[in-house]
């Protein structure tokens, strides 16, 4: 049995590198993917209950039209630019985001945003192990509530452990189902406020009530930090892409087409029903349509709870070189602990994402983009740094700027995006170390 364990446990470098989600190495052509199955999951991810719950959160500090509207499209589109940028240069490189750290930040330094990033992915997959207890049991603290989120962590945990290939299995029924119940859901509220006019008068009212009632720049940020982990992390499924207008549409469809409907409905149920989970309200119309919402949200959360515990696997395996699957277990088993407790924090969770995540992707961008000028061999990965101060001053000027911005020292909330501003600020920071810091030695 500990032979087996051992063996389980041991990396491999050969088999990881032949396998379909070769975590070591840049993909050869034949690991590359077609359109259809990259496109159908990217729908699938882009389908994740954050966007349910942050409409929620806007739906009640802003009126539905214009303001949510927009705030809610602006922060997508900055998502989605940023996760066009990011996920050209995994298309182009074929790397995944931990072989692009190693490029950018070195063999040590990688370290760095790789353990911040599959940190704050396990506490979102842990979010989303408890937002699957919550649909069911309709609480956070009872046994049901428990034994289902437990339930759901290790269900995520089997399906991811197949790799891509599992999310692809998983993500087509789920948009199939989730389309069909959030239209729905759409059309109920909008029916039980009286009709649209009486919506917007409904929203109106319920903005005026509310004692944090959110401003444009902080509504966007908002819902930047929902999902910019994704936009940064979007090379582990764009260096699938064979043709560059997939890599793009990648992001365009999770961001612009799939958050944004999503953000919309959770909007919508937060003004009408008081609640974005629309398996609240669902309930109220009979058991058949009760059981169709809980299933389309049990479906949102699967592929939510798939992708996001994809995405430090392949990092943690790739800087750390250890198995794919067995990282799959020591990331699922984690987040499954974790969100026992972390659910109700979510607002919370995205507010630190949108600081502190942006900047670490600065100095990829400004490396690939300014310094190698779009050139990449598979040679630069045989010579890097141990690492490059460089990156990681960026990355710190970058956080520290942003959470400056968000406490308002150095700008008020409406004058500028917090998670854009200390985006900028590593680049910048970024590009002028690079030029006078001195070049560390190779590692190899």
Wanted: charged content about 10%; hydrophobic content about 55%; proline content about 4%.
């Amino acid at each position: 049995m500990l032979d087996r364990l051992k063996a389980w446990w041991a990396y491999d470098a050969d088999s990881e590198r032949a396998s379909e989600d070769n975590p070591v190495a840049p993909l050869d052509d034949s690991q590359r993917r077609g359109a259809g199955p990259l496109l159908t999951l990217a729908f699938g991810w882009g389908f994740l209950v954050t966007g349910l719950i942050t409409g929620g959160a806007l739906g009640s500090g802003q009126v539905f039209w214009p303001d949510m509207v927009q705030a809610s499209l602006a922060g997508n589109i900055a998502n989605f630019i940023i996760g066009a940028l990011v996920g050209y240069i995994g298309y182009r490189t074929a790397c995944n985001s931990g072989l692009l750290y190693k490029l950018v930040y070195g063999q040590i330094g990688a370290y760095l945003p790789v353990l911040i990033i599959a940190l704050l992915l396990i506490g979102w997959q842990g979010i989303v192990v408890g937002a699957f207890g919550m649909a069911w049991a309709g609480d956070a603290d009872s046994t049901t509530f428990y034994v289902v989120a437990i339930v759901a962590g290790l269900l995520f945990t089997a399906t991811t452990y197949f790799g891509v290939r599992g999310l692809e299995i998983v993500s087509f029924p789920a948009v199939a189902v989730l389309v069909g119940v959030g239209l729905y859901a759409a059309w109920l509220n909008i029916d039980q406020a009286g009709g649209w006019d009486g919506f917007l008068q409904l929203s109106a009212a319920t903005v005026a009530s509310s004692e944090q009632p959110l401003g444009f720049l902080t509504a966007m940020n908002m819902v930047i930090g929902s999902w910019i982990v994704g936009a940064i992390v979007m090379p582990e499924y764009t260096r699938f892409a064979r043709k560059a207008w997939v890599a793009i549409a990648i992001p365009f469809i999770v961001m612009i087409i799939a958050q944004w409907f999503l953000q919309v409905v959770g909007a919508l149920g937060g003004v009408v029903s008081g609640t974005f989970d629309f398996t609240t309200y669902l309930r109220e119309q009979g058991a058949i349509i009760a059981f169709i919402g809980v299933v389309g949200m049990s479906m949102a959360l699967w592929t939510t709870g798939d992708a996001n515990l994809y995405l430090p696997v392949i990092q943690t395996s790739s800087v750390f070189k250890r198995p794919q699957r067995a990282m799959t277990v020591v990331c699922g088993v984690l987040g499954t602990i974790v969100g026992l407790n972390i659910y109700q924090y979510f607002l919370d969770w995205i507010n630190l994402l949108a600081s502190i995540v942006p900047p670490l992707i600065g100095p990829v961008i400004g490396h690939y983009y300014f310094v190698m000028r779009r050139r990449f061999s598979e040679q630069d990965l045989e010579r890097l740094p141990v690492w490059r101060p460089a990156a990681v001053i960026a990355y710190v000027a970058g956080a520290a700027a942003a959470v400056m911005n968000a406490e308002a020292i150095i700008f008020t909330p409406e004058t500028m995006v917090p998670a854009l501003f200390g985006l900028v600020v590593s680049v910048i920071v970024y590009l002028l170390a690079y030029a006078v810091l001195p070049r560390h030695s190779s590692s190899s």
